[in-house]
C-alpha cells in the first residue's frame, strides 16, 4: 500500500529502522536526485531507498502564553545552539498502551534515555503491585523469550525494584513532573516525543549568546517547541547519505521484506559501532563522513580512508578547567596517561564549609583571610583581613542568642599570631574569604595528584609532556582540574599503520563509515595515542551537571548589622607583612610547623614565600588582562585599573 511520504514518517517505528522504500509516485527531472539547501529534494518513480534514520533538522518555537505590551508573536525556528536552560511541562494526555510509550519516546542507555510514568491504576503483576501515581521509570526495550519487553524499575525506601511489562499492557500512562533541567540539545535528542507537541519553560538564559535573543525582553514562560524532521539514508548502488525533508510530495511503499542486502552499503555510526559487541572487533572500515573539527591528524578521518577499529572500550579522564578572571574560559579533558608535570596553585574558598571539605589528614590546611567577618555571637571567632589560620576539624558548640542557647555547627581553627597560636571558632556558614597558602613545591604526575587529593584542585603545568606535538595545557595560566569521569571510547588506526592507534570519544566525535571486512585478531602490543581534548562551554556544563551532588552549607542567619566585608588586592597581602607559624602548644602540630616552616629565616617574616610566589604569579596574570588582581582569587570581576 502507497502512503505520502509524510504519511509513512508519521507512522513510522523508530525501533524497525532500516526500512526500505519504493519511490511509487515521484517528481521527474534530469537525473533522479539533485541536492539543495543539503537536502534530497526530488526522487524519480521506481527509486530505491533505505532509510537508516529520522532526524530533527529544526525546531519551531510558539509562545503559548500572552505577553503584556506586545503582540501575539509568531512561531520561529529556535537554533539548535541555542544556550537556554529548560524545564519540561508534563504532557497531560495519556498514553493507552506501552507501545504507544516506546514508539513516542526514546528510551536508550543514556542517563536521559529513562522517561518516568505514572498509572491511573494498580498495574498486579506476578511478583510486584506497582501502586496507583507510583513512578515508574522506563530503562530499556528488549526481546525476551520471543516477546518484546519494557524493562521497567520502581523505587521504595532506597531500594530499586526490577520488572517488565509487554508492548500490550494497556492503561492510562501519564508522564510524570520532571524537576531536571535541559539544554535544547538534550530535549532535541531525548525529550522530544514523535507525533506530539513538547511544551517547555524557559528557566535561564546565556549573557554570552553573540546573536540576537529570539524571546521578548524578560520572558521566561511556556512554548511549544515543534520539530522540523529529515530522513537519512541511503541509494540503492550509492555510497553517499542522502537527505531527504518528509515534505516532499512522493508516494512511498514500504518493501523493506522483498528487499536485498546487498543493494545497499552497510554504513554505521560512530554510536552504532560502540553497540556492537567485543567479539566482533578488530574490524576493517572505509570512512564515508568524517567528523567536524576533530583534532585527530587529518590524514587518519578523512572521506576514502580505510581505518581498522580495534576496540571499544570505556577510559578515564580528568575534567578541567582553565583558571582566568575573564571568559571565555576553555575546558579539558585530561587522559590519566598525560606525561606532563603539575605544580600545586593556590585555591580559593568562599566560605568555611568549603575549608571543610578541602580539609585533609596528609597535611594541614593553611589559608589567609581576603575578607573580613564579624560574628552575630561573642562565642564565635571575628576574623581580619590578613588573618592567618590551620584548619582543623569541624564540631558544635553553642552560642546564645536573644538569651536562648543555641547549637551552632563551627569549624575549629587554630589562628596564627605572632609567636603563638589562638584557637577560633568560624561558623560554617561564614561568607569569608581564604586563599590557600602552598608550601608544597613538588612536581606531579597526575596519577600522583589523584592518589594524594581530593578534587576539585587547582594547578599549573610545569613540564609540558613532551611525548605529544603541541601541549595545549602547557599554555594555560593554571588549571583546576574538577572531577574524574568515565568516557566510551574506539580504537583506531589507519590500515596502513595499524600499529600507531588513536582514541576517538563516541559520545563527542559522529563519523559513518561502511564496514569492509574483520580483521583477524591481532595480539600484537600497539602505541596508543591519547589526546589533550578541548571540549565546548555545553559539552562541559553537561558532564558537570551529572557530577555527585556536595553538601551544601547549613542556612545562614540574617546578616549582622555591622558586618564590614573589605577586599583586598592579592598584591597588598603579598606585600603585607605577617607573622610565620610559631611551634604549635599542640604536640599534634610541632612537626608539621617544623616541617612547613623548616626554610623560614625569622618569625617576623612576610606572607611564606611559596605563597607569596603563587600570589605574585596571579597578580602578573590579572595585570595582563587589563583587572586588578582582588582578594578573591579568580573570581570572575573586572575592575579598571
Known amino acids: 500500500m502507497a502512503l505520502s511520504l509524510e504519511e509513512f514518517v508519521h507512522s513510522l517505528d523508530l525501533r524497525t529502522l532500516p526500512r526500505v522504500l519504493e519511490i511509487q509516485s515521484g517528481i521527474y527531472f534530469e537525473g533522479s536526485i539533485y541536492e539543495m539547501f543539503g537536502n534530497e529534494c526530488c526522487l524519480s518513480t521506481g527509486e530505491v531507498i533505505k532509510i537508516t534514520g529520522l532526524k530533527i533538522k529544526k525546531i519551531i518555537a510558539e509562545i503559548c502564553e500572552h505577553i503584556e505590551g506586545c503582540e501575539s508573536p509568531q512561531p520561529f525556528e529556535l537554533p539548535m545552539n541555542f544556550p537556554g536552560l529548560f524545564k519540561i511541562v508534563a504532557d497531560k494526555t495519556p498514553y493507552l498502551t506501552m507501545e504507544e510509550i516506546t514508539r513516542a519516546i526514546h528510551i536508550g542507555p543514556s542517563r ?54 509487554p508492548l500490550s499492557q494497556e492503561g492510562e500512562f501519564f508522564e510524570c513532573e520532571d524537576e531536571h533541567i535541559y539544554t535544547l540539545k538534550e530535549i532535541v535528542e531525548w525529550k522530544i516525543p514523535k507525533n506530539r507537541p513538547r511544551t517547555v519553560k524557559l528557566t ?81 572500515a572505509e570512512v564515508i563522513e568524517a567528523p567536524q573539527g576533530n583534532q585527530l591528524p587529518r590524514s587518519i578521518l578523512q572521506p576514502g580512508k ?45 566560605t568555611a564549609y568549603d575549608l571543610e571539605i578541602a580539609k585533609s589528614e596528609k597535611e594541614p590546611l593553611h589559608v589567609v583571610a581576603t575578607k573580613a567577618f564579624h560574628p552575630a555571637h561573642d562565642e564565635l571567632s571575628s576574623v581580619s583581613v590578613g588573618d592567618q589560620f590551620l584548619v582543623h576539624h569541624s564540631q558544635t558548640t553553642e552560642v546564645l542568642s536573644e538569651g536562648i542557647k543555641k547549637v551552632v555547627n563551627v569549624l575549629a581553627c587554630e589562628k596564627i599570631l605572632k609567636k603563638s597560636y589562638e584557637a577560633a571558632l568560624l561558623p560554617l556558614y561564614m561568607e569569608g574569604g581564604f586563599v590557600e597558602v602552598i608550601h608544597d613545591k613538588k612536581q606531579y604526575h597526575i596519577s600522583e595528584l589523584r592518589a594524594q587529593f581530593r578534587l576539585p584542585f587547582n594547578v599549573k603545568v610545569s613540564v609540558r609532556d613532551l611525548s605529544i606535538e603541541e601541549d595545549i595545557l602547557a599554555a594555560t595560566p593554571g588549571l583546576r582540574l574538577e572531577e574524574a569521569i568515565t568516557d566510551s571510547y574506539l580504537l583506531i588506526s589507519d590500515f596502513a599503520n595499524p600499529k600507531e592507534c588513536w582514541e576517538i570519544p563516541v559520545g563527542r566525535l559522529n563519523m559513518t563509515v561502511q564496514l569492509v571486512s574483520n580483521l583477524s585478531q591481532d595480539t600484537e602490543s600497539f602505541l596508543v595515542r591519547t589526546l589533550i581534548e578541548e571540549i565546548t562551554e555545553e559539552q562541559y556544563y553537561m558532564m558537570r551537571r551529572y557530577e555527585s551532588s556536595f553538601l551544601h552549607p547549613p542556612p545562614r542567619p540574617p546578616k549582622h548589622p555591622s558586618v564590614g566585608e573589605t577586599k583586598v588586592t592579592l598584591l597588598t597581602l603579598a606585600e603585607e607583612k605577617t607573622v610565620g607559624l610559631p611551634k604549635s602548644p599542640k604536640s599534634l602540630h610541632v612537626d608539621l610547623s617544623k616541617k612547613l616552616h623548616s626554610n623560614q629565616p625569622d618569625l617576623d617574616s612576610k606572607v611564606p614565600a611559596g605563597c607569596q610566589n603563587d600570589l605574585a604569579d596571579l597578580e602578573k596574570e590579572r595585570s595582563k588582562s587589563g583587572a586588578t588582581a582582588v582578594a578573591e582569587i579568580f573570581k570572575n570581576e573586572k575592575h579598571q585599573k
Open 112 to 165: 536521559l534515555g529513562h522517561p518516568c510514568f505514572y498509572h491511573q491504576k494498580d498495574i498486579k503483576l506476578e511478583n510486584l503491585i506497582v501502586k496507583q501515581g507510583e513512578q515508574i521509570m522506563l530503562n530499556s526495550v528488549e526481546e525476551i523469550n520471543g516477546e518484546i519487553m519494557v524493562n521497567c524499575g520502581v523505587v521504595r525506601n532506597h531500594q530499586n525494584h526490577s520488572f517488565t511489562l
Open 306 to 350: 580505510t581505518i581498522v577499529i580495534h576496540k571499544k572500550y570505556q577510559a578515564s579522564r580528568i575534567l578541567a578547567s582553565e583558571i582566568r578572571s575573564n571568559f571565555p574560559k576553555r575546558h579539558f579533558l585530561i587522559p590519566t596517561s598525560y606525561k606532563g608535570k603539575f605544580k600545586r596553585r593556590p585555591r580559593e574558598f568562599p
Open 204 to 284: 535561564d538564559f546565556s549573557n554570552k549568546w553573540d546573536l540576537t535573543n529570539p524571546f521578548p525582553k524578560g520572558f521566561y514562560g511556556a512554548l511549544i517547541l515543534k520539530p522540523v524532521y529529515e530522513i537519512q539514508g541511503v541509494m540503492k548502488f550509492r555510497k553517499d547519505i542522502v537527505r531527504i525533508l518528509p515534505s516532499l510530495d512522493v508516494e512511498v511503499k514500504d518493501i523493506t521484506d522483498s528487499s536485498d542486502a546487498n543493494w545497499f552499503l552497510q554504513l554505521l555510526s560512530t554510536q552504532d559501532l560502540y553497540e556492537m559487541t567485543s567479539k566482533e572487533f578488530p574490524i576493517v
